[in-house]
Nanobody, 121 residues
Framework: QVQLVESGGGLVQPGGSLRLSCAAS????????IGWFRQAPGKEREGVSC????????YYPDSVKGRFTISKDNAKNTVYPQMNSLKPEDMAVYYC??????????????WGQGTQVTVSS
């Protein structure tokens, strides 16, 4: 059974950093890519990063490029998004998902429950 569990969310001040985690079970990270998505109240869900299954290649949209990075530890079967220089507009529920790669939401079959990130002074 595929399962994804996010953790690491919380309250951070603008300009601060936060590292999230996505622990995967039921599959290995060399089988599915992992995408990270976020959804703020009243807004559509959007992709913020992904890491490929085979070579660990990463992709970031312009909205987070240079501030967010993503890495994975295959031995721990866990993915780590690192978020730096956080802005109030980064506040959202963050989700990890397993799928083929890229940031096309409909292509991701498995989703975690989400973790709240609040950016506020």
């Amino acid at each position: 059974q595929v399962q994804l569990v996010e953790s690491g969310g919380g309250l951070v001040q603008p300009g601060g950093s936060l590292r999230l985690s996505c622990a995967a079970s039921g599959f290995t990270l060399d089988y599915y890519a992992i995408g990270w998505f976020r959804q703020a109240p009243g807004k559509e869900r959007e992709g913020v990063s992904c890491i490929s299954s085979r070579d660990g290649g990463t992709y970031y949209p312009d909205s987070v490029k240079g501030r967010f990075t993503i890495s994975k530890d295959n031995a721990k079967n866990t993915v780590y998004p690192q978020m730096n220089s956080l802005k109030p507009e980064d506040m959202a529920v963050y989700y990890c998902a397993a799928g083929p790669g890229g940031l096309s939401i409909p292509e991701y079959d498995y989703w975690g429950q989400g973790t709240q990130v609040t950016v506020s002074s």
